[in-house]
């Protein structure tokens, strides 16, 4: 009943394995992929005809099923819901390197899905994952001109490692993910610990030589499993007309691109349109129109940037737009900044909280805290647009991720800095890298907001134009630049190292040749920003906005937990309510107390400090008496600690009857005399002047 295809390949000293021919047998292409203890099952399925839409109307769901981890999803409805953080980012990871090379003229709904069926909580399903799509397009016939492998890059201070396990403790100083065919690289995405540009090459150069085996390993399955390709033409048999129609206004558009203000150049390209519109007739194909006019718009750009190297607003190839840095731009929030590069501009906010504000992430590797959240926003507005608001879609959850990896490793730890943070960015303009304006600006607005940042992080974004052998990189990029240009190679980190990398290629690959001159550019552009920015503010401030929480750690005995929490939880909610506090503590004694001010901190810290401290003897506390008996006094002090004052230690002289000496209610003063067997505290009254608390000892 079934023909199945395997094929094994060894890839970073794991088992990788395909299989095909027995699942999912109905999609253009199906295979599952295993590496180590870990397997997905991919599927990609494409529409019977052409859409009418002028793009490649792609979409790639990964998705992580609980049951692959031993796990029943939270929640009220025990089952996958809408797509995690982690599951958005990887369908980015997957939908990057693939995108480009597909057929020009393949324009059919295409939809891959990628179902984590297997665990093993040592190999992460995103590098299975991509490796599965590529493996599955390959084998379905459809124009993809791949097959691509990746792979996971780490570095130990000395060498590289292939595909790190999860739980390594080395892989902190470099997480990388490079994708790409055997020719060059298409994808990179990573997070560093500021290593320099020689060894963010070397590790690229290091992955892209160990995927092609992977790559291998697929052509193998191919040549036995693949179905017959489906036909595809070459040329679209309009497009001449079309093209030959576009091109008479040729001059018209090189005019349109000496316009450097954003809005009036898109203005007069629409009027461009319009008059095209207007020649053709009322049978024109506007989608075609569309595609016709953007391969014109392209080549007029490219050419002369080429030939002349002088770009749309007029700069060279290495030029940065002009860079505005406030800091304080809302005094009443924790930190802000307001960060201004050319037409792009992010506005960005700190808010700080305590333990209990950090987000709680539900993974198939279990729960985990996440004390630093950055979010990012594009309201239609910043680009002079009218669309829809609401949640994030994948570009934002994407670019805020990059964001957060670029400044993650620069954060002081929770020992030196106890807060939860969280940034916002709202993009209130863009043309251009917004991902970078972003980096830039949290960087000034958490230094703002006090918080002990390292060093200043700064991102920049490059282009590249290439012909045949001839290229030109391009530093801080328009959106224009952009979108006609080969490639988006976003660079973050300090002036000492990167921080964070992520390149994109709209072209099949890439040299490391190429890549060396982007990265040895971004640094010179890098710190160009670090420089403009250290106007605004160079260092984080020593001390935190009036209305931040205040936060304080205690370390106390273990044993003393369970009275601050009091039966039932008792106590700490009459702390925290009277001192409008939040109070956490773990199982190993650490305590902490957030604040609203300083008048709340003491009010907290007074009652715990109450309860922790423990009296000592020969020294005077203020105390009240609470019951009295025959034999003496019992006197609360210290909060909650009781003590008793027997009846010779009340006065000097005899004392007949205590209630001749103090009642219920009093406010006294006593010393610690000692303790008896049982670790209760004994006390005197005659040994201090009950009017000055002076010893008479």
Known sequence: MFEVYRKEVKFGGEKLTFETGKVARQADGAVVVTYGGTTVLCTATAAKKNSDADFFPLTVNYQEKAFSAGKIPGGFFKREGRPSEKETLTS????????PLFHKNFKRETQIIVTVLEYDFKNDP??????????????????????????????????????????????????????????????????????????????????HKELKNVIKGIIELAEVAAKEPISIDEDIPEEKDYLKLVKGFKKEIEKAYKIQEKSSRYDELDNIKEKIKQDYGDEINLNLLSDVFKKVEADVVRTSILKTKKRIDGRDNKTVRKIIAEVGTLPRTHGSSLFTRGETQALVVTTLGSSQDAQIIDGLDGDHKEQFMLHYNFPP?????????????????????????????LLPSTEEFPYTMRVVSDITESNGS?????????????????????????????????EDKDFVVLS??????????????????????????????????????????????????????????KKAISKPRTTLAENAPKIKILKIKVDKIKEIIGPSGKVIKDICESSSSKIDIDDNGVLKIASPNDESLAIALERINDIIVEPEKGVIYNGKVVKTVDFGAFVNFLGSKDGLVHISELQEQRTNKTT???KEGDEVKVMVIGFDDRGKVKLSMKRVDQETGESLQ
């Open 92 to 99: 980015r990871l997957i939908d990057r390197p693939i995108r």
């Open 476 to 533: 801080d990029i328009l959106g224009d630049e952009d979108h006609l240009g080969d490639m988006d190679f976003k660079v973050a980190g300090t002036d000492e190292g990167i921080t964070s990398l992520q390149m994109d290629i709209k072209i099949t690959s890439i040299t490391s040749k190429i890549m060396k001159v982007a990265l040895d550019q971004a640094l010179d552009g890098r710190k160009h920003i670090l420089k403009e920015m």
């Open 434 to 466: 917004s991902s970078m304006a972003t980096v830039c600006g949290t960087s000034l607005a958490l230094m703002d907001a006090g918080v002990p940042l390292k060093k200043p992080v700064a991102g920049i974004a490059m282009g590249l134009i290439k």
């Open 381 to 409: 507005f910043s680009v002079g647009e009218v669309g829809r608001t609401g949640s994030p879609g994948r570009r934002e959850i994407g670019h805020g991720k990059l964001a957060w990896r670029a400044i993650n490793p």
């Open 660 to 662: 001749d000496v103090c």
């Open 126 to 207: 995103d590098i299975v994952a991509i490796i599965a799509a590529s493996a599955a397009l390959t084998l379905s016939g459809l124009p993809f001109m791949g097959p691509i492998g990746a792979c996971r890059v780490g570095w130990d201070g000395k060498n590289y490692i292939l595909n790190p396990k999860i739980n390594m403790e080395n892989k902190g100083l470099l997480d990388l993910v490079v994708a790409g065919t055997n020719d060059g690289v298409l994808m990179v995405e990573s997070e560093a610990s500021e290593l320099n540009e020689k060894i963010m090459l070397g590790a690229v150069d290091f992955g």
